[in-house]
Every structure is written in structure tokens, then in C-alpha cells.
């Protein structure tokens, strides 16, 4: 019990800290975030379905290149090691600033949605304490709640990077 105790605090330290990066994210990346909001709003399935098929395949690339990457550190083949993990980071980096930007955009929808008459930081602020706490609840929120929430902005993101400036 002494532990659980010991990790609330670091929990809430790290959702109060994630609130604070999607604040600059949002205003650094205004454009894309609003092109993400609308795919989610227009068609939540297909965002998902992209989200998930994209995660899928960009993952299993990236876990297979840094699988690879290892053999060659262990057989002590440096050079083909850092040429392959050079890739490998970028890759996995802009997964990860695709996922930024999708979890911002889904929540930016959920604190339009709870919040509609607060200002937009305080919206994304509240809204982002509200997903981190839903989502630590066990099962539901870890394996249910947040996947369908990140997978989701992740596809809206793609669908905004393919999609044509009209």
C-alpha cells in the first residue's frame, strides 16, 4: 500500500507536466491540431481504423529495425549499428510526434466538449488531467479508454497529412 502512496504524487506531477506540454504543442502546432479535430469529428471510425492499421505497421517496422540494430551491437559491428539506429530514431520520433499531436487534438474535442465555456488553455489543461486519470483506471482505462483515444488522433493526424489544403 506504502508504494501506491509513494506514486500518486509522481502521477499527478507527471499529468500536471503532460497538460503543460500540450499547451505549447497546441500552440506551436495550431494548423495541424485543427485539421486533426476535424477528421475526428467528421469520421471518428475511419480515423481509428487508419490509427490503428498505421500503428500497427510504423510499429512493427520500428521494433524490427531496432531488433536488428542490436544483433549488429552484439556482434560488435558498430558502424552498421549506428547507421541503422539513425533511421530507426527517426522514425520512431516521429511516431511519437504524430501521437502528440493526435492525443492533443482528441483532447482538445474532449474539453470542447466538457468545458465549453473556459478559455482553450484551460480547456486543453482540465481536459488533459481528466484523460490521464480516466485512463489509469485498470482495463477499462488502460486497455479500453486510451488506446480508442490515442489511436483515433493518431489516424486524424495521418488523414490531415495526406489530405489536401482546400
Given at each position: 500500500?506504502?508504494?501506491?502512496?509513494?506514486?500518486?504524487?509522481?502521477?499527478?506531477?507527471?499529468?500536471?507536466?503532460?497538460?503543460?506540454?500540450?499547451?505549447?504543442?497546441?500552440?506551436?502546432?495550431?494548423?495541424?491540431?485543427?485539421?486533426?479535430?476535424?477528421?475526428?469529428?467528421?469520421?471518428?471510425?475511419?480515423?481509428?481504423?487508419?490509427?490503428?492499421?498505421?500503428?500497427?505497421?510504423?510499429?512493427?517496422?520500428?521494433?524490427?529495425?531496432?531488433?536488428?540494430?542490436?544483433?549488429?551491437q552484439e556482434s560488435g559491428k558498430n558502424l552498421p549499428y549506428i547507421l541503422l539506429m539513425i533511421p530507426t530514431l527517426l522514425l520512431a520520433g516521429f511516431l511519437l510526434v504524430i501521437f502528440s499531436l493526435g492525443l492533443l487534438s482528441m483532447i482538445n474535442i474532449l474539453g470542447e466538449?466538457?468545458?465549453?465555456?473556459?478559455?482553450?488553455?484551460?480547456?486543453?489543461?482540465?481536459?488533459?488531467?481528466?484523460?490521464?486519470?480516466?485512463?489509469?483506471?485498470?482495463?477499462?482505462?488502460?486497455?479500453?479508454?486510451?488506446?480508442?483515444?490515442?489511436?483515433?488522433?493518431?489516424?486524424?493526424?495521418?488523414?490531415?497529412?495526406?489530405?489536401?489544403?482546400?
Amino acid at each position: 500500500m506504502s508504494e501506491i502512496l509513494r506514486v500518486i504524487p509522481l502521477f499527478v506531477l507527471l499529468a500536471l507536466a503532460f497538460a503543460c506540454y500540450f499547451l505549447v504543442v497546441g500552440a506551436l502546432f495550431a494548423g495541424r491540431v485543427e485539421k486533426a479535430i476535424h477528421n475526428v469529428k467528421l469520421m471518428p471510425g475511419r480515423s481509428f481504423g487508419i490509427g490503428l492499421v498505421n500503428f500497427l505497421f510504423f510499429g512493427a517496422i520500428t521494433v524490427a529495425l531496432f531488433v536488428v540494430a542490436e544483433e549488429f551491437q552484439e556482434s560488435g559491428k558498430n558502424l552498421p549499428y549506428i547507421l541503422l539506429m539513425i533511421p530507426t530514431l527517426l522514425l520512431a520520433g516521429f511516431l511519437l510526434v504524430i501521437f502528440s499531436l493526435g492525443l492533443l487534438s482528441m483532447i482538445n474535442i474532449l474539453g470542447e466538449t466538457l468545458f465549453p465555456d473556459l478559455s482553450v488553455w484551460k480547456r486543453i489543461f482540465w481536459a488533459t488531467l481528466i484523460l490521464a486519470f480516466g485512463s489509469a483506471i485498470p482495463i477499462v482505462g488502460m486497455v479500453l479508454l486510451f488506446p480508442y483515444v490515442s489511436l483515433t488522433g493518431f489516424g486524424a493526424v495521418i488523414l490531415s497529412l495526406i489530405q489536401r489544403d482546400k
